[in-house]
């Protein structure tokens, strides 16, 4: 069995290609700006969702059928045209440039495939089937859009505060160890949840964080 490696990649302000300019272009543009790539659109034909990200300057677009040397330069590139000869080739100058490529639903194509994403904050959960269904994929992120909702968000963003506070505070990490497992594991957020507790913050603070001995931190 082929076995990717799923890693989260930082793309912001770096050259993405997006060859092709139809529907399934238009989504991988818009993924691609949401986390602050610089994008290009090769393509003599763009959607009306294209177009006005090019009039409002968010892409660049060349007009145009793909040409050899367009990905020069890019770190990463989409291919989503109708056209199995355009594909190929754009494979071929990816591998010369060694440019990180997807050929949308051809995944012997693919440097790398795409999985399902839900986005609450900033936790991010991906789901992959190894690209043996990807209907599969969408039923399981629907399940997780119903299980983690943006209240994960608030969650996330609070302890992301008080683990910068404890890790700058608190000297030993076994103390600090335990205090986050309390925090998480316990019955706090379930109790945000529902409406229990207002102030999520203020709450942990007040009743993980104050430790009666400062020096035995
Ligand atoms: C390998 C991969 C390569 C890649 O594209 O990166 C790939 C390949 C293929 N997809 C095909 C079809 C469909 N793809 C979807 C949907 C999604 N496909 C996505 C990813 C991936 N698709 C990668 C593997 C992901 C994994 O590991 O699970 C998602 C997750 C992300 C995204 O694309 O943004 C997004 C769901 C997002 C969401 O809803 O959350 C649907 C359902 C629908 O339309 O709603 C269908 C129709 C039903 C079906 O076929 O299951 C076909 C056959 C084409 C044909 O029949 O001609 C191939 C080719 C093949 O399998 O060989
Ligand atoms: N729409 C969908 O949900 C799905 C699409 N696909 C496949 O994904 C691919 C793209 O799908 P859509 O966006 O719906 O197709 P589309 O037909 O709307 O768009 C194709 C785009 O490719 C561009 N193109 C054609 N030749 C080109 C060239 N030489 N250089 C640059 N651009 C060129 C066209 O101008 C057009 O913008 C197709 O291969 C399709 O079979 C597969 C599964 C689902």
Redesign the pocket.
């Known amino acids: 069995m082929k076995k ?1 490696y799923p890693i989260m990649l930082d793309i912001e302000g770096k050259p993405c290609a997006v060859i092709g300019g139809g529907k ?1 272009a238009e ?2 543009v818009r ?1 691609l700006l949401d986390c602050g790539a610089k994008v290009t659109v090769v393509s003599p034909q763009l959607t009306a969702g294209i177009k006005k990200l090019a009039d409002e300057n968010l892409v660049r677009v060349l007009e145009r059928e793909y040409r050899w040397g367009d990905l020069k330069d890019h770190d990463l590139v989409y291919v989503a045209t109708d056209d199995p000869e355009v594909n190929a080739l754009c494979l071929r100058e990816a591998r010369q440039e060694e440019i990180l490529i ?1 050929v ?4 012997d194509m ?1 440097d ?6 839900i986005q609450r904050g900033d936790l991010t959960i991906t ?12 039923k399981i ?2 399940e997780l859009e119903k299980m983690y909702g943006e209240e994960y968000a608030v969650f996330l963003e609070v302890m992301g505060d008080l683990r910068k506070m404890i890790l700058s505070e608190w000297k030993d990490i076994r103390h600090r160890r335990a205090v986050f497992e309390k925090i998480v594991y316990g019955d706090v957020f379930d109790r945000y949840k529902n409406g229990e507790i207002q102030d999520l913050k203020k709450f942990i603070i007040d009743h993980f964080l104050q430790v009666p001995n400062g020096n035995d931190r």
Not at 104 to 107: L, M, N, S, Y
Not at 127 to 138: A, C, D, E, F, I
């Open positions: 990717y399934v989504r991988k993924s997807n949308v639903d051809k995944p693919c790398f495939i795409v999985p399902a994403a789901v992959s089937t190894n690209g043996k269904s990807p209907m599969l994929s969408r992120r629907e």
